[in-house]
């Protein structure tokens, strides 16, 4: 079954705990004194809505089943969530109200790299704790803030390697022309050169391009033996339906680190994604007593028909959790009070296996997967125990220099 994204989004589940108030507010206004306030920041318009209203409701589960449970500090938890509307200046201006007006104890949001490095710099000077819970290029330290998704070293340096082996060593780069797609065409050519493999081309696309004909001429010219997406957004899943149309779909291997993360094998239809392999640390068919305990309730909560919980939603919801659990740990929701807790290598036991923060770079170990889309599904072929690893992180020591506040750009 093949569903548009409006449908997506119309059968997606919203919560009865916010209200809507305006085209780029999500809250509730029925606010205790002593509530702790947790902020969200998720595009719930636009063209990264795909991503952000999973993420915006893996939030909404994780609140509820903390206040279930008793609360944090014997106080309740309440949402404010706003939608940037996938607008870059919206993000400065939610992230603003949100530290300085609302006063929330923490902010879990952002999807983009860009949105990211719009959403950091002002909770960081506003000093509110920021969580952001989507793979991405690596290289942020910054002791104000917390990354739960995978970087390069958690994902490429297993799915280059593993697909070389099974596809061959010609490899085609399409991506979105921003920071997370260029540099991880970079890394792309790491790990393909340490196989003895090359990337023959890579192509940048801005991310409203949904024309990709004359690229798909380009690749069929260049005859690779796979194509490595990284590609982004509502428009960027063009190419796949255009990659279909031209009979290429089970012809040259097409690999991912992004396709899922828009819940793109249910917005398109099953002939145009069979076969199309994709790499992350979490996916629906994990088969884990944890995992099929998280979406038994997503389902209740959301209902049957929700089309897909995504990685990015699993990491929001384990991020929301390893807070509360520094809270907890600390006894009070102060910044520094629980950056202090998740310093001491807090761990959970998460829907994507175990998940355990490092403390010099504030990034979670977490393991890696490889799956194929059959049917609109996704079936986990391997699995990679990534607990050990520290990622591309390793130019980042905030235990030594816990003043560091920026993006390296490490590049390979």
């Known amino acids: 079954m093949t569903i548009s994204r409006r449908e997506f989004l119309k059968r997606a589940a919203t919560s009865s705990a916010v209200l809507a108030v305006g085209p780029a507010l999500l809250e509730s206004r029925a606010f205790a004194a002593d509530d702790i306030l947790v902020g969200g920041i998720?595009?719930?318009?636009?063209?990264l809505d795909l991503y952000g209203k999973p993420m915006a409701d893996a939030l909404?589960?994780?609140?509820?089943?903390?206040?279930?449970?008793?609360?944090?500090?014997?106080?309740?938890?309440?949402?404010?969530?706003?939608?940037?509307?996938?607008?870059?200046?919206?993000?400065?201006?939610?992230?603003?109200?949100?530290a300085l007006g609302d006063k929330v104890a923490v902010v879990q949001g952002g999807m983009t790299s860009s949105s990211?490095?719009?959403?950091?710099?002002?909770?960081?000077?506003?000093k509110t704790l920021y969580f952001y819970n989507t793979q991405y290029e690596g290289g942020v330290c910054d002791r104000n803030t917390f990354c739960t998704g995978a970087t390069p070293a958690q994902n490429l340096a297993s799915a280059v390697p593993e697909a070389i082996s099974r596809f061959g060593k010609k490899i085609y780069v399409v991506a979105a022309?921003?920071?997370?797609?260029?540099?991880?065409?970079?890394?792309?050519?790491?790990?393909?050169?340490?196989?003895?493999?090359?990337?023959v081309a890579v192509e940048f696309f801005p991310l409203d391009v949904?024309?990709?004909?004359?690229t798909i001429q380009k690749i069929q010219a260049a005859a690779p033996d796979m194509v490595f997406s990284a590609l982004v957004g509502g428009a960027h899943v063009s190419f796949y339906r255009q990659w279909a149309a031209a009979g290429l779909n089970g012809k040259i291997p097409l690999v991912s680190s992004t396709f899922s993360h828009g819940q793109e094998q249910v917005v398109l239809s099953a002939e145009e994604s069979n076969g199309i392999i994709t790499f992350a640390s979490y996916f629906e068919s994990i088969d884990s007593p944890v995992n099929k305990a998280f979406i038994e309730r997503w389902h209740k909560r959301f209902g049957d028909d929700y089309p897909v919980v995504t990685e990015f939603a699993c990491n929001t919801y384990q991020g929301m959790h390893l807070w509360a659990k520094a809270v907890a740990?600390?006894?009070t929701t102060d910044r520094i009070p629980v950056i202090e807790a998740l310093e001491t290598g807090i761990s959970l036991d998460g829907p994507s296996g175990k998940v355990t923060i490092d403390p010099q770079t504030h990034h979670v170990k977490l393991d890696a997967r490889m799956a194929e889309t059959e049917n609109q599904k996704f079936k986990i072929l391997k699995q990679w125990d990534q607990q050990a690893s520290v990622d591309t992180q390793a130019v980042c020591n905030l235990t030594e220099n816990p003043d560091t506040n920026e993006q390296f750009v490490i590049r390979p």
């Open 42 to 47: 998720h595009d719930l318009s636009g063209g």
């Open 60 to 98: 909404i589960l994780a609140a509820e089943e903390i206040n279930e449970a008793g609360g944090l500090l014997g106080r309740q938890i309440k949402l404010i969530t706003r939608d940037p509307q996938s607008n870059m200046q919206q993000y400065t201006q939610i992230s603003q109200k949100m």
């Open 116 to 126: 990211r490095e719009v959403i950091r710099p002002v909770l960081q000077k506003a």
């Open 177 to 199: 022309d921003y920071n997370y797609g260029q540099i991880i065409s970079e890394w792309v050519k790491k790990y393909a050169k340490e196989q003895d493999g090359e990337v």
């Open 210 to 214: 949904s024309e990709f004909g004359p």
């Open 329 to 331: 740990q600390a006894g």
